[in-house]
């Protein structure tokens, strides 16, 4: 099999670009913002930040808030059918409203 060239954010140029309207410098509100166990989120990439970035597949899901891990959380996301765990810094998360999701 062949090994694939790059890494995870290869060929996610449109996935992971900003509105022109949202550009600028990342809010310390939602940079710091906290969670509890049990919490619904939405994952929804901020690009200028690196650090606690998902594989892109992920990009758009929901899931639900474990624990945490450091300054990250633990988020569980189903994938077809199985559960999957991931380490995600608050900055790439959205609270879920009950209508979202």
């Known amino acids: 099999m062949a090994q694939r060239i790059g890494s995870s954010r290869r060929k996610s140029r449109g996935k992971f670009t900003k509105h022109p309207r949202r550009r600028g410098k990342v809010s310390i509100t939602r940079y710091f913002q906290s969670f509890s166990a049990g919490d619904k989120v939405i994952l929804a990439v901020e690009p200028s930040v690196h650090k606690g970035m998902y594989f892109p597949r992920f990009h758009g899901r929901s899931g639900i808030v474990v624990g945490q891990c450091g300054s990250c959380y633990e988020v569980e996301v189903t994938d077809i059918s199985k559960k999957k765990k991931l380490i995600v810094h608050p ?11």
């Open 91 to 101: 900055v790439h998360l959205k609270r879920c409203i009950d209508g979202q999701h």
